[in-house]
Every structure is written in C-alpha cells, then in structure tokens.
C-alpha cells in the first residue's frame, strides 16, 4: 500500500513527530516563514506522494515548531478537479493522523457569498456543505482510523474557534464567521451557482477543505479551518475573476492571517 511506504518514508526522515498539522491553500505558502524549519521534504521526493500542480502552492512538506509546539505543514494541497481520486485529495490529513497529530488546521481561498463579506476578509469556518460528488470514507471502512458512520454534527472544534476570535480581537483583527461550501471546480462559479450557494446556507464557496476535514474528524483528529475571502459571488459585486486575482489577494489577507494562526497554534 503506498500510503504504508509513505509513513515509512516519513518517519525515518523526522526526528520527532508533529502535534498539529496545517494544509495551506493557494497563496498562503508564506506562512512557513513564522516556522522554525526542522527539516522540508518536496512533494516529489516522497515515494508514490502526489504533486501539486496548482500555482500558489509549493508542493513541500515542512516539519518544524512554533513555539515549543511541533507542527507538520504542507505547503500545497491535493484537488479533485486535478484528475486525483479523493482517497488522494484526503492523504495529508491521513497522514497527520497517523503520524499522530491531534489538531488539523485547514486554510483555503474561497469566494464569498454572504453580502457582509469583502475582499480580504477572513471567515473561521463553522461548519461546511459537501457538494463534491464522491466522498473519502466511500469504500470499506478501516475500524482503526474510524467507526463507519461518523457523527458530523460538530465537525470544526468549537473550542479551537472561540480562541481564534479571542486572539483576532486582542489584535484587533477583524474576523467573519460562516459556512464554507465544497465544490469541484476548476471553473468558478456562476451568478446563478452563487445565488444556489447562499441560498443553500453557505457564506463561502471553494474547491477544497471539506474531503481532508472529514478524513481527519474520521480519525479523531481536532479541525480547525479558515476562508480567505478572495473574490465575491454577491449580486452586484460579481466580477470577473482570474487564478491570479486569488493568489495576489489570498498573498495580501495573509499578513493578518499567518499571525493569527502562529498564536492559535501555540495557545491550543
């Protein structure tokens, strides 16, 4: 199983284990800045790993510490819409999970639906809507990882939100709270997906998060996840929208971003 030779791989290149483990999305790479590197292995020198080919995403993994606190960080996540199977796009937060982390912290670019959003916001994720259509526990269950039928009625860890907000509100950093929908992609969405999206329930919209959110609350694993508002789906504020616009924005929010979770990270 490749999944085995990769533990493998990784626990003979690391000299201690990581607590927490965090999936930066696209142009959030800059937070391994706030890192203390112990050691970064690429993507491609992982046996049978996947690689991101997403712009925005360096496609490493970083083991190293805040704090007294070790963290495993992998820059650059895994897509549906990049052809890979979803047992692929949920690796990382198998992985975390069997290396024995006990918090995931998911961060994502996403387009905001709710009309109280603007651009550069940051919305902590309360809960989520799967509109991917596959799922990652589709398939015999490992009764190790899990139990076959995972409540989902509190996904993201209520405690781990009420510290990011005590923290934003110490630095006075202004923080949006909602519900973040999963999509496929790779195309954005139109008016009329955007109206469905809010009128479903949804305050943000994206194409990642939800697979490795519910592979990680599978196992047992804390989750933690952030929305940086990048572009509108609003009715009269939708624009069109290019990668890049996502990257240079996501890149912008992530000075407010990358502080908050740097003091998230050594508080929980």
Same mark, same amino acid.
């Given at each position: ?8 791989y990784?626990?003979?290149?690391? +000299? ?11 142009? !959030? ?11 970064e292995?690429?993507?491609?020198e992982? +046996?049978?790993?996947?690689?991101? &080919? ?17 963290i ?12 890979y ?8 937060a ?6 024995? *982390? ?21 919305? !902590? ?10 799922n +990652? ?9 899990? &139990?076959r ?12 939100i009420?510290l ?22 790779? *195309?954005?969405? &139109?008016?009329?997906?955007y ?15 939800? +697979? ?10 804390k989750c933690?996840? !952030? ?40 508080r929980?």
């Amino acid at each position: 199983m490749e999944l085995d030779k990769i533990l493998q791989y990784l626990r003979s290149k690391f +000299p201690f284990l990581p607590e927490t483990a965090i999936i930066l999305g696209s142009g !959030l790479g800059s937070f391994s800045e706030h890192i203390k590197i112990e050691r970064e292995i690429l993507y491609s020198e992982i +046996p049978g790993f996947p690689q991101s &080919t997403v712009k925005g995403h360096r496609g490493s993994l970083t083991l190293g510490a805040i704090g007294q606190k070790p963290i495993l960080t992998f820059n650059g996540r895994f897509h549906y819409y990049e052809g890979y199977s979803m047992d692929q796009v949920a690796l990382p937060a198998r992985i975390a999970g069997l290396l024995g *982390c006990k918090n995931l912290i998911a961060s994502n670019a996403a387009g905001g639906v709710n009309p109280d959003f603007e651009i550069g916001d940051i919305m !902590l994720i309360s809960d989520h809507i799967n509109l991917f259509p596959n799922n +990652p526990l589709i398939g015999a269950n490992n009764d190790e990882w899990g &139990t076959r039928f995972p409540d989902m009625s509190q996904v993201y860890s209520k405690e781990m939100i009420s510290l990011a907000e005590s923290i934003g509100s110490e630095h006075g950093t202004k923080l949006q709270k909602g519900v973040y929908a999963g999509l496929t992609g790779p *195309c954005l969405e &139109t008016p009329a997906e955007y109206k469905y999206i809010r009128t479903i329930g949804a305050d943000a919209v994206g194409m990642s998060t939800v +697979p490795e959110v519910i592979a990680a609350h599978h196992m047992g694993v804390k989750c933690f996840g !952030l929305s940086i508002i990048t572009d509108l789906g609003v009715e009269g504020k939708i624009v069109e929208t290019t990668h890049e616009d996502v990257v240079r924005r996501a890149n912008e929010a992530a000075e407010k971003l990358n502080p908050l979770v740097k003091e998230l990270i050594s508080r929980i």
